[in-house]
């Protein structure tokens, strides 16, 4: 069995984990959600606004990351800038946005799967398990293969989006309708605020490459990567965008695979087969770089003694092979569920909400630790983080309070409930039954450690009686 993990990603593994997290199969549901609210085909300027947002979150989690470059940092950071009990009920709910992600995901790649085949649902829930079991069993064999396959996946599904979006627009003759205007008498600038916060959606769980610093050849790769995914994102979606907003209708906008449509427009039947297996990959890519990012994270917090010692061991491969197998089962649970009801967007209301909820916290965590721990080396430090950290507070919070009662354009408190619930349930692990999990370890390290002094003993003592014998 390996003791530790292996420094094994490169920038390129770690540009497609970040990448790759982010955009899932829901993210083509959310640029065709920008196009209603802004005139022509200038939806995709608010996937660029959102990304000029999210520089303001790469450089806390950057400046985080450098301070705290382990697999627990968003579990260690939060610790140090408020109340150890708060912050560990925080990182367990957060916990929960890979699971939601993961279960969303599973259910678009469902349907896009039924709508093309015209298969029962029971065959798109035979490829859900399939690439669930894809992506375990990937990442049961260590991070080098976890890296590979998410490499393939994520860069062939973000190069695949790209060409087909400018193949749909050329088909157009590339007459977009004013695509530098948003704002019309139909279309007052509030809209253009609503579609901003919603595509920075678009880029969320981007960060969660964090996680992976341990096995990054360098730590310094990591807020490279995050930078270099930004700029990937935002490119492919706003192209996207374009592409839907100029050639889709209202009817192909609002159902659950709006990319297939645009693929169709493209090239025809094959283009919207290549489509099908696109969106397929970025169910590989998600689950894959899921479960190999909240895997160490759990791997981690175990490690420190915050959850049960059984996720803290590794396989042959050093792979973290408890909390891969438990991440891999509830999300096929929740899969399952998803695609029988079809609730998926209360899901990404509710993750959508989580995410938010951690930017906002990153914010606070930046201001916190300048405040609190001046001196501490800062490998990479955010430009003007007093002020900046406060502000990504106070606008990710905000975000993350819109986003807690609204599914779609509805208000709905459902995601509150689920996030007050999960908090509540994460609450009571950390004050009833994580003090009796340190309670046995701090026990089972003691009966080591003393079972090792009798043996040291024993040994000096057996080791004296024969020099005593020695003639």
């Keep these: 069995m390996a003791t530790q993990l292996r420094r094994a990603l490169g920038l390129r593994s770690v540009v497609s984990t970040s990448t790759g997290l982010a955009f899932a199969a829901i993210d083509y549901l959310a640029v065709a959600s920008l196009v209603g609210g802004v005139a022509g085909d200038s939806a995709w300027l608010a996937v660029v606004i959102a990304g000029v947002l999210l520089l303001l979150v790469w450089g806390a989690f950057s400046e985080l990351n450098g301070l705290f470059p382990t697999a627990a940092a968003i579990r260690l950071y939060m610790a140090k800038a408020m109340d150890d009990r708060v912050a560990l009920t925080i990182t367990f709910t957060y916990l929960l946005t890979i699971v939601l992600v993961v279960a969303a ?12 085949l015209g298969g029962a649902l029971w065959v798109a829930i035979v490829c859900i398990v399939a690439l669930l079991a894809l ?28 060409v087909i979006a400018i193949m749909a627009l050329a088909r157009g003759a590339f007459a977009l309708r004013t695509p530098l205007n948003p704002v019309d008498a139909s279309h007052p600038i509030t809209n253009l605020i609503e579609a901003v916060a919603l595509a920075i959606f678009v880029y969320s769980a981007f960060e969660w490459v964090t996680t992976s610093a341990e096995e990054a050849r360098s730590p310094q790769l990591i807020p490279r990567g995050m930078l270099i995914a930004l700029g990937l994102l935002c490119g492919v979606c706003a192209l996207l965008t374009l592409g839907m907003s100029h050639l889709l209708t209202h009817a192909q906008l609002t159902t659950a695979y709006p990319q297939l449509f645009l693929a169709e427009h493209a090239a025809g039947s094959v283009g919207l087969f290549v489509m099908l297996v696109v969106t397929m990959l970025t169910a590989v890519n998600t689950f894959n770089g899921a479960f190999l990012t909240a895997s160490r994270f759990m791997y981690a917090t175990a490690r420190e003694g915050s959850l049960p010692p059984i996720f803290a061991r590794l396989n042959t491969w050093a792979a973290p092979w408890a ?16 695609a029988l009801t079809g609730a998926w967007p209360v899901l990404v209301a509710t993750g959508a909400a989580l995410e938010a909820m951690i930017y906002a916290v990153a914010g606070f965590c930046v201001w916190r630790l300048r405040r609190t721990a001046p001196d501490q080396e800062r490998p990479f430090r955010m430009l003007l983080a007093g002020p900046l950290g406060l502000l990504s507070c106070v606008l990710f919070g905000a ?15 459902a995601p509150l409930i689920i996030i007050v619930v999960v908090g509540i349930l994460a609450a009571l692990y950390v004050l009833l039954a994580l003090p009796r999990i340190r309670r046995a370890e701090a026990a089972r390290r ?15 003592q057996a080791q004296q009686g024969v020099g005593d014998s020695t003639p």
């Design 105 to 116: 995901d599973a259910y678009i790649v469902g349907s896009a799967i039924a709508y093309v």
């Design 135 to 162: 992506a375990t069993l990937s990442n049961l064999r260590g991070i080098r293969v976890a890296g590979n396959v998410q490499d393939i996946a994520t860069y062939t599904v973000l190069l695949a989006s790209a």
């Design 323 to 338: 909390p891969i197998l438990a991440l891999g089962s509830g999300s096929l649970v929740c899969a399952i569920v998803v």
């Design 399 to 413: 975000l993350a309070l819109i986003a807690s009662v609204t599914v779609g354009t509805a208000t709905n408190p």
């Design 446 to 460: 003691a009966a080591r450690g003393s079972r090792r002094e009798a043996a040291r003993a024993a040994k000096a």
